[in-house]
Every structure is written in structure tokens, then in C-alpha cells.
């Protein structure tokens, strides 16, 4: 069994990477704090599929893509991953986000409004 | 061929020893290098077919050793007693939604120490960290590298990658 782990809300990642899951605190290798916008911006597609026809033997599966944002951040001791899939563009990060918004039109929130159609 | 063979006819303890050493190979190549499960079921579409797949698993990777976020990894399902292939999309220290994008939740979770969190690609349909939370590294049972189909392989790649990276399609 996995130990007890407190969640939170996306908005609060800014403060929650702080922390190593032992609960030291983070800092990059010249001693400053993390700073979500300047780590690498990473991609995932996962999926909604469903069957075109339930009523129809052999009907073709049609797959909706969901996009997965992941940031990819480095303290002193690696690289670690951040999932901002629910957090980028909200404006909650820490001065860089309005250069995010421009360079990502419609990347923002990907997996509830942005369903394109696969073959 | 013939001779090595024809010692063993008429030698049952040689016999013996030869099968078991083939028997204590074989389950250390499989068990320690590498082995193949057929992949069924609907949690991996579009990923993966429904039936008639089978996956090349790296034994090397087994409880987790040297999987990042974006690897497809074959593991113990810890609600039964089956084998299940997911994606990884946490490692300790990572951070990882709980719930499936766009579902309303923003809910977030820190992966704690010697565990990982998988979720399946096809969202709806998949039985995953979204139900039974983080799953101990140990579960674990290898990196699946890739795809066998009837007279036809090919390589599984981690599609994770840069925004500003062109798409591979």
C-alpha cells in the first residue's frame, strides 16, 4: 500500500514543487527556487476511444486525443516531471506565463475542449 | 547434431541434466532478460489493439529501473493476480493529476518514495493509478519495447516529448 499522500490543487504547484516527497526543500543547482516556467515544456497524447456503432457487429473504435502537459524540471539532485496539464495558463505561475499563453495558443486545458477527430 | 543428441538417447541421467540446464536457461532469459505477453483488452487502445498483439517486455527494466515518464511498462495488477500493460506518467518525487484531464478535478498528488503512477491510454475504459493510487515500483515487471503482430514487429518509442518539437506524424 502506498503511503497516505495529501493532495492539493493544480493552482498550488507553483509552491508545491518545492518539496522533495521526503519533504526537503528543492533548490537548482545556483540555489534558487524552482521556477515552473523555465522548465521544458513536454507533450502526451492519451485517449477517449469509443465504438462508432455499439449496435453494429465490427464497428470501427473512434479515438478522441487527450492532451498530457508535463514540465520537466531539474533541482540539484535530476531531472524530475511535473504534470501542468491543469495548470498551464491559469496565471497562477510566477511572471513568465503571459510568454506561455502567446507561444501556446489553445494549449491550455487541451483535454476538455480541444477534441480532434482521429482517423 | 546427431552425436550430441545420440549421448543423450540411452542416458537418463545425462538427459537429466541437460534439460535442466536448458529448463534454468530459458527461465533466466525470460525471467531476467527478456520475455513477450500477448496484449488483450480495451485500457491501451488506441495504443494497442484489442486482440491478436503481443509485447516485447525488457526483464532489464524490471521494478522500474530506468523507466521515465511516457514508458509503457507490463506490471502486477495489485488488485489481481494478472499482468497488465500501462503508461507511466509519475515517478517518486513527480507530480501527477489524480483524476483524468478535463474531468472537473484539479486535484494533485506528489508520487511518494518507490512508487510510480500509471494510467492507461484509452482514459474511459482503463483501470489504473485513477483507482488504486500509486503503484510500488516493485510491481513492476519490465518496459515493454515492443510490438509483435503476425509477421510484423516494430519498436515502441516514448512519445513524450518537447512542445516545440515537431510531431512525428
Known amino acids: 500500500m502506498a503511503p497516505p499522500c495529501q493532495s492539493f490543487p493544480a493552482k498550488d504547484l507553483p509552491s508545491a514543487v518545492q518539496t522533495t516527497p521526503t519533504g526537503k526543500l528543492r533548490k537548482t543547482d545556483d540555489g534558487k527556487r524552482i521556477n515552473l516556467d523555465r522548465c521544458d515544456l513536454m507533450k502526451l497524447f492519451q485517449y477517449e476511444c469509443a465504438i462508432k456503432h455499439p449496435d453494429v457487429p465490427n464497428s470501427p473504435i473512434q479515438c478522441w486525443p487527450v492532451q498530457r502537459l508535463f514540465r520537466r524540471c531539474q533541482d540539484r539532485n535530476g531531472k524530475f516531471m511535473v504534470e501542468t496539464t491543469a495548470w498551464e495558463g491559469t496565471g497562477t505561475g510566477t511572471g513568465a506565463e503571459d510568454m506561455t499563453q502567446s507561444a501556446l495558443p489553445g494549449l491550455s486545458r487541451a483535454g476538455t475542449d480541444r477534441r480532434i477527430q482521429d482517423p | ?169
Open chain 2, 1 to 169: 547434431m546427431p552425436s550430441f543428441f545420440g549421448g543423450l538417447i540411452g542416458h537418463p541421467l545425462r538427459t537429466t541434466i541437460f534439460a535442466g540446464k536448458f529448463l534454468a536457461f530459458t527461465h533466466l532469459f525470460l525471467e531476467y532478460g527478456w520475455s513477450t505477453a500477448p496484449a488483450a483488452g480495451p485500457s491501451m487502445l488506441p495504443t494497442f489493439e484489442m486482440l491478436g498483439e503481443w509485447l516485447l517486455v525488457s526483464r532489464l527494466h524490471r521494478f522500474g529501473r530506468g523507466v521515465e515518464v511516457g514508458d509503457l511498462v507490463a506490471y502486477n495488477i495489485p488488485i489481481n493476480d494478472q499482468v497488465g500493460v500501462k503508461r507511466i506518467l509519475g515517478l517518486p518525487g513527480d507530480y501527477v493529476l489524480l483524476d483524468t484531464p478535463g474531468s472537473g478535478s484539479n486535484a494533485m498528488i506528489q508520487v511518494p518514495q518507490g512508487h510510480c503512477w500509471i494510467v492507461g491510454d484509452n482514459l474511459p475504459a482503463s483501470r489504473d493509478s485513477r483507482l488504486f493510487g500509486p503503484v510500488p515500483l516493485a510491481l513492476i515487471r519490465g518496459k515493454v519495447i515492443g510490438k509483435i503482430k503476425p509477421f510484423h514487429f516494430h519498436w515502441i518509442r516514448n512519445p513524450l516529448k518537447r512542445v516545440d518539437e515537431p510531431s512525428e506524424a
